[in-house]
């Protein structure tokens, strides 16, 4: 009796915990944050990012003098007599330009590009999910008002049924609802099926292996509409991770053209140490110190090639900065005048509703009253769940390019207090 009790008690907890995982709802800032997390394009910016650091560091440990040890043995076999030298040195050797001009700077550079990069990746993953996100939502509401036309229309066969049975309407009415029925179960079925593979394809993006359990938390979309338009000014602009990273991008090609130099300056090199010398006929165990100077003879203009070579690099990154941009800004200014036009529509289907809703109550009753056809009962019905669905996309779409507006202009603080 104990073991079944046993049984009981953990099915019971497993049937809790499938049942409270199923009905999690996720909202907009947390898919966005599982997607950043579960990114692998946003793992891989990151490596480079790392290396890029590294590679800054190593720079300027180069720039330091360079110590290296010396430790060796020589035995001399000669005639009449052989003997034995041993020495340690220490060597320093150290390349002036690397610390004269600078040459870390480079890879600094490089690092803030590479975390610009990091950034960019992160809009992209985020512009990705949150259009996913409001699609889903979309296709809810769809399901919603389809769902809800259905059983109007089931409900308005039972009465067309019960007319045709009385002989006030004819068999055509019931053929005509039925029909009208079909078609909805029809659209209906398509809608799942998609909205089944948005769902997939979002929960891949959040690494969640079952998508039936994904359960997305509505936006207050109603209530963003009727918020102000954005602020629309050219600052915005400069504040996109992708202008950023080439700009850095820049900046690193310019002082590659400067730096070429380095291999011009001369290096120093430094050694000591003490040699044990067993020569009978020497003078026995000495100090040695040694110091000079490495001048470039001729480097068959590899200086100027190299020079030549960042400047043209650096003049295309400055026409790929300058036409993404344009670009940006191009699409920045579209979206906006998106949200304006969205903003005005929403106000014109709002008015429209209200016609279609007063419009379908008069045919509902003409009908029952035998003063409206089946037809213009039907016609008044799909008008108010096209007007409804039409209301409910319009919000969405909104919501939407306004996330877009947010991304384009690296705002992504706005996005979070969507939801609030």
């Known amino acids: ?9 953990v099915a019971l907890l497993i049937s809790i915990s499938a049942n409270s995982v199923f009905s999690q709802s996720l909202t907009l800032t947390e ?17 480079r990012q790392d290396a890029a650091e590294q590679s800054f560091l190593l720079s300027k440990a180069e720039a330091l003098p360079q110590f290296s040890a010396e430790l060796s043995y ?35 550079q490089n690092l803030s590009a590479a975390r610009a990069e990091t950034e960019s990746r992160q809009l992209e993953v985020i512009r990705r999910t949150a259009l996913l996100f409001i699609e889903i939502l979309k296709m809810n509401k769809q399901d919603t008002l389809l769902q809800n036309r259905l059983r109007l ?29 079909l078609k909805l179960k029809e659209k209906i079925s398509i809608l799942k099926s998609d909205q089944k593979n948005v769902v997939k394809e979002l929960a891949l993006l959040l690494n969640l292996k079952n998508p039936e359990n994904l359960v997305l938390k509505p936006v207050p979309a109603s209530e963003i ?9 050219s600052s915005l602009l400069r504040k996109h991770p992708l202008l950023k990273a080439l700009e850095f991008q820049i900046k690193a090609q ?17 050694a000591g140490g003490y040699a044990v010398d067993r020569d009978p006929t020497g003078d026995g165990n000495y100090w040695l110190l040694n110091a000079g100077v490495s001048f470039p003879l001729f480097l068959w203009n590899a200086t100027k090639y190299q020079t030549q070579k960042a400047e043209a690099r650096a003049r295309s990154l400055e026409s790929d900065k300058n036409n993404a941009e344009r670009e940006l ?60 669905i039409a209301i409910e996309e319009t919000q969405l779409e909104y919501v939407r390019d306004l996330i877009e507006f947010y991304i384009a202009t690296d705002q992504l603080n706005k996005i979070d207090e969507l939801e609030e």
């Open 31 to 47: 898919c966005l944050q599982r997607a950043k997390e579960a990114s692998f394009k946003i793992k891989a910016s990151v490596f």
């Open 329 to 388: 800004s191009i699409r920045i200014q579209k979206i906006f005048e998106k949200l304006k036009q969205l903003k005005h529509l929403y106000a014109l289907r709002n008015q429209r509703l209200q016609t279609t809703k007063k419009a379908f109550q008069l045919a509902e009753a003409d009908y029952r009253a035998g003063l409206a056809t089946n037809l213009e009962y039907l016609s008044a019905q799909q008008q108010l769940s096209e007007t409804q």
């Open 74 to 108: 020589e035995h001399r076999d000669l005639q009449p007599y052989g003997f034995r030298q041993q020495w340690s040195l220490i060597h320093s050797d150290w390349a002036l330009g690397n610390l004269l001009l600078k040459t870390s700077s480079i890879y600094k």
């Open 153 to 181: 229309l089931q409900s308005h066969y039972v009465v067309a049924k019960a007319l045709w049975q009385a002989g006030s309407k004819t068999e055509f009415d019931l053929l005509q609802t039925e029909s009208e029925i």
């Open 254 to 270: 310019k002082m590659t053209a400067r730096l070429a130099r380095v291999r011009q300056l001369p290096a120093l090199h430094l």
């Open 225 to 233: 509409c009727r918020k102000p338009l954005p602020d629309l000014t």
């Open 1 to 9: 009796m104990n073991k079944l009790l046993k049984k009981i008690f």
